[in-house]
């Protein structure tokens, strides 16, 4: 009887675990993929895309090919739960998916749980595709706006950060008129980063006229204001929630092992630690062996062991361990065609770091459009 390899999500590492399967499909393995959308972003490109600077085609894969290329099925739904015990995947069209092996690969959620009124007030980066559409429409208002819109960008984070700029450039560039603050309830900019880093974003901010609210949490959003802890209040026309990553409810309610904050905990070999007929890869997991921040480099890197485990797992051939690199080159954008790179202790900035992550952003975009 054929085995039932079922992939929850198209995350990073999802379609590496698709481009290779097109180039050898494992005999006797039914493969299918649960994605609610056909066309999945690849995050480093996206500030880009806000800025104008690369096209929606450029920064998305298109998972229909790829599961064409690689003779797998494509269920148009989201996963809502699991029954672990018969070993089905529940979706949110109501249909049910029997396997043997499972993959989890479906990222993370805006961490607003915390945040009153943040699930009905502001638009959150997750879904991607709701986000984008409602930046189109940011864009056009700021454009007949008859005053300048008051928009603030929650997280000061580097997709905060990124984000707020790109965006900002944009608008600037188009002649709209919009007012940007960036809050975030650390005292400073980018803590993942070491301080020369965190003062070029700074000093660009302050360029840029865009206003810092950081140091207190927002605890409570709705119609036109967001409140902080301290009291405070701020008004706004829009709020974008680009807070940290926070975890999906669904694999804790179904009865994974998860950390602290929700994320499945898996071993070295990427599978589950309570189940192990399930994998689970990117911002999702929690690597307990060798934690790491939650990025899109470690769901990438995660690509290669993922499908050689699977593969094994088949086979029913042992697993093999797999090691995370022990930190990850940030490539950082102003939004003026410059970047800053980040590497543990060190930075550069330039014109030519932007032109650099290019390089290996459409790299590695081309690697899915090959099949
Ligand atoms: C604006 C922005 C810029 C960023 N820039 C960078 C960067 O330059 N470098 C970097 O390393 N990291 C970056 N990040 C972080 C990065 O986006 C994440 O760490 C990365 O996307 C995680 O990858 P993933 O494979 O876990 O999931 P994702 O890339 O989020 O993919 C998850 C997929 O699963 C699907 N899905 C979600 N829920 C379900 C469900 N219930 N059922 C089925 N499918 C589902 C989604 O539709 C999506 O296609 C950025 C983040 C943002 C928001």
Redesign the pocket.
């Known amino acids: 009887m054929s085995r039932r390899l079922l992939l929850?999500?198209?995350?990073?590492?999802?379609?590496e675990v698709l481009r290779r399967w097109a180039l050898a499909p494992e005999p006797g393995t039914t493969l299918t993929l649960?994605?609610?959308?056909r066309?999945?972003?690849?995050?480093?490109?996206?500030?880009g895309h806000?800025g104008g600077d690369y096209s929606h085609a450029e920064c998305h894969i298109d998972?229909d090919a790829l599961c064409d290329a690689a003779g797998a099925t494509r269920i148009e739904?989201?996963?809502?739960g699991l029954d672990l015990a018969a070993r089905r995947a529940l979706?949110?069209d109501g249909s049910a998916h029997g396997y043997d092996w499972l993959a989890i690969?479906?990222?993370?959620?805006p961490a607003t749980t915390n945040i009153a009124g943040s699930d009905r007030h502001g638009v959150a980066?997750?879904?991607?595709?709701n986000f984008l559409a409602h930046w189109e429409e940011l864009r056009a208002a700021a454009l007949s706006a008859p005053r300048a819109l008051e928009l603030v960008v929650v997280g000061n984070g580097?997709?905060?950060v990124?984000?707020v700029l790109a965006m900002q450039q944009r608008i600037a560039g188009e002649g709209g008129r919009a007012h940007f603050t960036l809050a975030g309830d650390g005292p400073e900019l980018l803590p993942a980063h070491p301080a020369a880093v965190r003062r070029r974003f700074e000093q660009r901010l302050k360029d840029c006229g865009i206003r810092l609210r950081l140091g207190q949490p927002v605890t409570r959003a709705s119609a036109g204001l967001l409140q902080f802890a301290d009291g405070g209040g701020l008004a706004f026309d829009e709020v974008l929630w680009?807070t940290g990553?926070g975890a999906?409810a669904?694999p804790r309610a179904s009865g994974l092992d998860c950390d602290e904050r929700g994320f499945i905990r898996i071993d070295a070999t990427l599978r589950s630690l309570s189940h192990p007929d399930v994998f689970a890869?990117?911002?999702?997991?929690s690597m307990i062996h060798a934690p790491r921040p939650?990025?899109?480099?470690?769901?990438?890197r995660?690509g290669p062991p993922l499908h050689d485990n699977l593969r094994c797992a088949l086979r029913n051939e042992p697993l093999r361990e797999y090691q995370p690199q022990r930190r990850?080159l940030?490539?950082?954008g102003t939004g003026d065609g410059a970047a800053v790179a980040s590497y543990g202790p060190l930075s550069w900035e330039g014109a030519w770091v932007w032109r650099w992550?290019t390089r290996i952003?459409r790299r590695f975009m081309a690697r899915y459009r090959e099949n």
């Open positions: 929850v999500g198209g995350g990073h590492s999802h379609i649960i994605s609610p959308e066309h999945t972003a690849y995050s480093g490109m996206l500030p806000i998972l739904a989201a996963v809502t979706a949110s690969n479906v990222g993370s959620v980066v997750r879904p991607v595709a580097t997709a905060g990124e984000v680009l990553a999906p669904w890869t990117g911002d999702v997991a939650k990025s899109g480099v470690y769901a990438v995660q990850a940030a490539l950082i992550k952003d």
